[in-house]
């Protein structure tokens, strides 16, 4: 099976886009004295999902930067190392050295090696020599800086907080010359000077940053072709400044940097028409590095014929396009009355306002729905490059890959599954000779599977490995100094591996152990309302299950009413439907009733009773039975009648109010009314207690 | 169905200056105010789902332009007046901690503006709600306002409204 991992390298280099971004603005607010242990946590957990995704693509030179940055920020963050400002600045050259790579990936841009070797050169002394690089600046750590990143050396401030520039122009007409003078005699105190080439040079006086300068000379002319300093004493043309006026701009940092153009008319071959032969030569270079600038524009805005929107907006366009339809539905029930000789073009309009409807609403909703099979196929690559690396022996199964999952969920879910993913190859399967031993197959299976449930969608990553290891997890936990005691029931033992900073195994590997892992699954899925499950067997494997709601799903549902009021039941659940005989119907003392279907008893559920409805009919052989049936269990569930079937849109119920007892969400009606969603699964586990229990209070 | 409240003269007259706005409804005989900021609209009583085995109080839910939102009728709650529901009907939508929640009243009168001078403590006793849930009692000339503090109210675990508080 061959996977073009090609079409998902966009998402990652987005995400760790985003993830760098963060990074830096973190790093940058951090104060070093007093650092917030969330923000350390937050920037280390950026630089572990770099990296994870990054091993996913098989980037291994990211992979490494990454590793090494991780390895200092731990240590960092667990108090062994004081937080310096050398730090700091290493960690946001690293972020460079990072988004450098990235974009060598991305568009093949050049990456400066000996740069990419010098941060990581940095960062290992930063993590071995901690006690010289709290105590100063090693030079060791210092030289690469310079090297790796051209250090801005910012023009200093004098007494009134006022830089100095020195601003040299090309050959420009008078005209723009004067314009310029004007506009940035705006910003300060300007004086002009012509140089004996006929250029003219200003110095400025001003409290404005050099950015502000580039951004008005950038009107008149190319910024490329301007050469600022600070006046503060170096001469003005020195090589450096120009490469760095160009870095400021974003603009020649892959680019091979070409010396300065002493002459910089070169670029302005318009207005030279009798140009010597040495100028010619070096006007070359100059329209080369423009031709190479507009390929790297194009190559954009090819990029941008997908955008990333913001999840809120896409909700806001379904529930908008929601609203339409119902009002689209009144008009269509307001004009049924008229008479359609006399109204003809009328109708004739509505009929086609009500396809225009339905096809937006279709596109609408498949923005957002996308089958699991997105994610999934991303992991048989990394599972096996995994494995290889490992010495393991791994068979990847997928199951439930149609499934459909609303496009934010799937987004999000994807760094917690591939924590998990490499945790149980990590972790849960053993090595072949150890599983021949303990009497399973060489070859462990690893199966991710993908299910609605009980109005929930469960996805599970299971292995069958060697099992969470309970007396070694209560260990960690007291080492760590969180409340343990022995007599704790598994349950609760498995949850404590998704504390901050917890990890079991005994070396830190870059593929894993850090435990920094559990903790980002356990938020990622938090923050998306849902929760993680961990069943596990010593010595037969794990089952890690993570259960989202469905706050935007689509689901085939049954109406059923009940007195006045119509339920929805998940189509998944029901099995049929039936009038019993009255002398199927057979009462247990004290337990209820039950009802015999095809010689098989099954409990009866009285929906009225549950909910407190007057219903129509009490009688069981006047009603209609639902069959329903859940993890095996089956149940008969009385209403008056059954209404149809449906596709309806799942609506969370706690968005704005709490969970009730016996429902799983809500749904509006065509009407716009709302109907509320049976938690199946709930029901039939507990149709007793929700009698007895009082639900509310 | 939603109308908008037209008091934007009430608002000069109650004084001028620094001040707060509180929203003016009744329940049964008396007048309460709420913070405006907190309210995100005001419509008009459509019928609810009604939700199982809830208190009276909660009258269910309803489809707010696609979001579902639960409903809560005061006047249940506080045992005042009785509670009808006609076209005359007013629900206060109420946004807080961007949780939505409507709340039915018998009529919403003004929008008022009230100085600190006018805001005086709430007595012990006196009102049917909790003095843990009043801001104060806030009086423009023969007029008198309990100012309620909605947020706390609704949030809180009497109401039943939402399953944790916001921290």
Known sequence: MTIDMSQFYKVFFDEADELLAEKEKLLLALDVSNPDSEDLNAIFRAAHSIKGGAATFGFSDITEVTHMLESLLDRIRKGEMALTHDHVDAFLVAKDILSMQMDGHHHGATVDHDAVANVCQRLKALSQGQVEAAAAETPAAETPVAQAAPADAEPVADADGNFHFRIELP??????????????????????????DKRVAFTLTTSEGKDNIIAICSFVLDPDDLKITSAGGQPAAEPVSASKSEDDLGYGFFEPLEPPKDESSASQPASQPAASAGQSASAAPAENKNYGRRATDKEGGQESSSIRVGVEKVDQLINLVGELVITQAMIEQRIGVLDPILHERLLNSASQLARNTRDLQEAVMSIRMMPMDYVFSRFPRMVRDLAGKLGKKVEFITRGAATELDKGLIERI?????????????????????????????????????????????????????????????????????????????????????????????????????????????????AMGGSVDIRSLSGSGTTIAISLPLTLAILDGMSVKVGDEVYILPLGYVVESLQPAAVDVKEIAGQGKVVKVREEYLPLIPLYQIFAIEPRCADPSQGILVILESDGKKAALLVDSLVGQQQVVVKNLESNFRKVAGISGATILGDGGVSLILDVAALLRSSRQLNSDPVFF | MSYTTQTQNSMNEAGEGTGSEFLAFTLGSEEYGIDILRVQEIRGYEPVTRIANAPAFIKGVVNLRGTIIPVVDMRIKLNLGSPTYDQFTVVIILNIEGRVVGMVVDSVSDVTTLSEAQIKPAPEVGTVFDSEYLIGLGTIGERMLILVEIDKLMSSPEMGLMERIAA
């Not at chain 1, 004067?178 to 300007?190: C, K, N, P, Q, Y």
């Not at chain 1, 009980?454 to 292995?463: A, L, R, S, Y």
């Open chain 1, 171 to 196: 050959e420009v007409p008078q005209r723009d010359v004067d314009a310029l003078a004007t506009e940035l005699g705006l910003l300060g105190a300007i004086q002009q000077e012509t140089l004996p």
């Open chain 1, 414 to 526: 994807v760094d917690p599954l591939t924590h998990l993913v490499r945790n149980s190859v990590d972790h849960g399967i053993e090595m072949p000779e150890k599983r021949r031993s303990s009497g399973k197959s060489e070859t462990g299976k690893l199966t991710l599977s993908a299910a609605h449930q009980g109005g929930n969608i469960v996805i599970e990553v299971t292995d069958d490995g060697g099992g969470l290891n309970r007396d070694r997890i209560l260990d960690k936990a007291r080492q760590q100094g969180l409340p343990v005691s022995d007599t704790m029931p598994d349950s609760d033992v498995w949850q404590l591996i998704f504390a901050p900073g917890f990890s079991t195994a005994e070396a830190v590997t870059d593929v894993s152990g850090r435990g920094v892992g559990m903790d980002v699954v356990k938020r990622n899925i938090t």
